[in-house]
């Protein structure tokens, strides 16, 4: 059993038909993922309840009933989102023993749908940084080539999902943390519009920027799972109530007569000549299926990195003052008073990228220098806002490259945290307007690494995105495994 030549439909149908058992697809998964354990994509396995569950769904079919749209479809989730009694860690060693009480939104949407909950995915640290190896458990690997990096934040999500450790995956996207790890690791990410998905039990970093969203490794499979977990909440108050797409229908139209934006600032200096061919062939590709290329301009874009590590950090000092020792986790042995206690479980507990940015935003906020950067930060991210708008006005859709380069190596950007944050140029303004991107591979580098494209929409307009990129992945035609890792 290949977890990667199933689909979620595929595999609803056999299951509902008695062909494949959902018990024989979670210990597939389950195999694998012990197998591959050198990728260190999970940080907690739970391989008896997904095990019971599976069972559970076999039942439901012999008895036969009627299976919901994710029957026995095996989903690993980024483990800053809590699920009742299960450890969560956000990567990091404050909640190193953290068992929450109730479960995130998506998660139990999931489970309603009929997911086999397999694991929490590996991350950076609150989902701070771009290769995840910014986790208190040890980076995640490649499974592409195991001595670069998978992207991150979501590092473990996406390589679950490359591997075919699990058919599907949730993580989060502040500034990228789906759609540069899918890029670097071979599969299909979604940053849903901020407000589409509901962030209850979502471990807070960015406030005005969270979204949490899906990994697959078809466009069908993430308009699947978008569709079971979007929608209003009424325990998320920034969740929206605009209706919920009809996602898996809407792929199936073409796109002749789709207006496609090709902003000319993500295209300049910095873009790995490889990854701007495969970019424009793709590009080209659209155009041959009707589509008609359209050259606009996102002129704010030099100001999203230093905008983005202002608003994300000054928001991140405030999430991250909650773990002090004495509710969650962690808490240092030694002190003598409530203040050591509270300086030394934060020293001890946080690590070194998670420190800078507490640092810096809490710099950003302080009197005196709060206009001057979190005041000023606001002021620029409306005007990227604008650009979108303005472009919007002339295209319904805009393709850039995912992330500049392909997967880099292990190590290769820890000591300089500026180079990292550049991995981050073509994803975190759609963070910052809120608009929707989605990550696709497109094509493979001369030395066999994936690269991806970038599509960005219209607020709460996934559905165009879903439907270019299943138009795009059925033109180009290539299978997205990696090699035999180990
Ligand atoms: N790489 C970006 C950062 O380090 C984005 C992270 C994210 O989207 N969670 O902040």
């Known amino acids: 059993m290949e977890l990667k030549r199933l689909t979620i439909s595929s595999l609803h149908n056999r299951i509902a038909r008695g062909e494949v058992k959902a018990a024989d697809v979670c210990r597939a998964a389950l195999d694998r993922i012990e197998r591959l354990s050198e990728l260190n994509a999970f940080i907690t396995v739970r391989a008896d309840a997904a095990m019971a569950r599976a069972d559970e769904i076999d039942h439901a079919a012999e008895r036969g009933d009627k299976l919901p749209p994710l029957a026995g479809a095996v989903i690993a989730i980024k483990d800053n989102m809590v699920m009742r009694g299960v450890r969560t860690t956000a990567g990091s060693r404050i909640l190193f023993n953290y068992k929450p009480p109730y479960t995130a939104t998506a998660v139990d949407r999931l489970e309603t749908a009929g997911a086999i909950i397999v694991g929490k995915t590996n991350l950076d640290e609150f989902a701070m940084g771009s290769s995840t190896e910014n986790s208190a458990y040890g980076p995640v690997r490649n499974p592409w080539d195991t001595t670069r990096v998978p992207g991150g934040s979501s590092g473990g999500s996406a390589v679950a999902v490359a591997s075919g450790m699990a058919m599907g995956a949730l993580g989060s996207d502040t500034g990228g943390s789906i759609r540069q790890p899918a890029s670097l690791s071979g599969v299909v990410g979604l940053k849903p519009t901020y407000g589409r998905v509901s962030r209850y039990g979502l471990i807070a970093f960015g406030s005005s920027l969270d979204q949490i969203g899906p990994f697959a490794n078809s466009v069908e499979d993430a308009a699947r799972i978008l569709g079971v977990i979007a929608g209003h909440d009424p ?228 559905a165009t995105l879903l439907r270019t990129a299943h138009n795009l992945e059925q033109a180009l035609g290539a299978d997205f495994t990696p090699p035999p890792v180990m």
């Open 235 to 462: 325990n998320d108050s920034t969740s929206s109530n605009v209706e919920v797409d009809d996602y898996v229908k809407s792929i199936s139209s073409d796109v002749s007569g789709l207006r496609v934006g090709v902003p000319r600032e993500y295209y300049g200096e910095g873009l790995d000549v490889e990854v701007k061919g495969k970019v424009e062939a793709s590009i080209m590709k659209l155009q041959e299926m009707g589509a008609e290329i359209i050259d606009i301009s996102l002129p704010h874009t030099e100001y999203a990195i230093p905008v983005y590590y202002l608003i994300a950090t000054a928001e991140a000092s405030a999430n991250l003052a909650r773990y002090d020792g004495v509710r969650y986790g962690y808490r240092a042995e030694e002190a003598s008073t409530l203040k050591a206690m509270y300086s030394r479980t934060r020293d001890q507990g946080f690590g070194a990228e998670v420190k800078r940015r507490i640092m810096l935003g809490t710099y950003a906020l302080s009197a005196g220098y709060y206009d001057q950067y979190y005041g000023k930060s606001q002021k620029v991210r409306s005007l990227i806002e604008g650009d979108f708008r303005n472009a919007f006005a002339k295209c319904d859709v805009i393709v850039t490259p995912t992330a500049p380069t392909p997967a880099f190596k292990l190590g290769e950007k820890t000591a300089d945290p500026l180079e990292m944050y550049l991995s981050d140029i073509y994803t975190i303004t759609a963070n910052l307007a809120g608009v929707p991107g989605l990550s696709m591979p497109c094509g493979l580098s001369s030395s066999g690494l994936p690269i991806g494209l970038q599509l960005i929409g219209k607020h709460f307009d996934e």
